[in-house]
């Protein structure tokens, strides 16, 4: 189907666990976003990436790795997962452009044990 | 750095008109965008505003002020279904957007 996939929806692990989320889209859309969000902190964006093999940093990029092989997948690894990594992720997409309007996957919930 | 203040709850009479407002210091502006978002579900996006004034779209009226740094999200005629939160976003110049934390409303009938 088209659109914005995540995968898992729902995933408990251990501290200290690596752990992937992935996100999937299928507009070909150049951007991709990570973002997390906890209550009190609203949606804060983790990593973005502008096409294929270009990442970058957002404002809480830490704990946190990115790739970007494929313009259409943009998977989300922690590597050693902490408790304060508990968190619902989203994956957003959109084109280049001014008007750059966003548009989310349906979200993973994560918890760290 | 970014910084945008919104209301954290409001609760409005189903058939009211209820007016969310928003502030926002960015180190750059490049538009802002209003998001819905439904407990348990994806943001969905709701207007965009980069020049000055009121765009309006159904029942739905977002007005922008860059001078003051202001903007709100107009929503008249509720109903039962505009329970959600409402994200007020902006873009600070690159490609990606800063959140504020949200404005949950009720509506109550």
């Known amino acids: 189907d088209a659109g914005i996939t995540q995968s898992p929806r729902y995933k408990i692990t251990e501290t200290g666990r690596q752990v992937t989320l992935m996100c999937h889209q299928t507009?070909?859309?150049?951007?991709m976003f990570w973002y997390r969000q906890d209550l009190g902190h609203g949606l804060r964006l983790i990593y973005y990436?502008?096409?294929?093999?270009?990442?970058d940093k957002g404002e809480v990029p830490d704990g946190y790795v990115v790739s970007r092989s494929k313009t259409e997948n943009f998977p989300l690894t922690l590597e050693s997962a902490t408790r304060s990594q508990t968190s619902v992720y989203f994956c957003?997409?959109?084109?280049?452009?001014?008007?750059?309007?966003?548009?989310f996957g349906p979200g993973t919930r994560l918890t760290v044990l | 750095g970014q910084n945008i203040d919104q209301p954290t709850e409001m609760t409005a009479t189903e058939g009211a008109i209820v007016q969310i407002n928003c502030t926002y210091q960015?180190?750059?502006?490049?538009?802002l965008f209003w998001y819905q978002q439904h407990a348990g579900e994806a943001p969905t996006f709701l207007s965009y505003?980069?020049?000055?004034g009121l765009e309006e779209k159904g029942r739905f009226s977002s007005f922008l002020s860059r001078s003051k740094g202001y903007s709100y999200l107009l929503l008249k005629e509720l109903q039962m279904k505009d329970s959600a939160s409402y994200l007020c976003?902006?873009?600070?110049?690159?490609?990606?957007?800063?959140f504020g934390t949200g404005t949950r409303l009720t509506v109550i009938p």
């Open positions: 957003a997409s959109t084109t280049s452009g001014r008007y750059n309007e966003q548009f």
């Open positions: 960015t180190s750059g502006f490049n538009g």
């Open positions: 976003a902006v873009n600070p110049g690159a490609n990606n957007l800063f």
């Open positions: 990436s502008a096409a294929a093999d270009i990442t």
């Open positions: 505003n980069v020049l000055d």
């Open positions: 507009w070909s859309h150049s951007y």
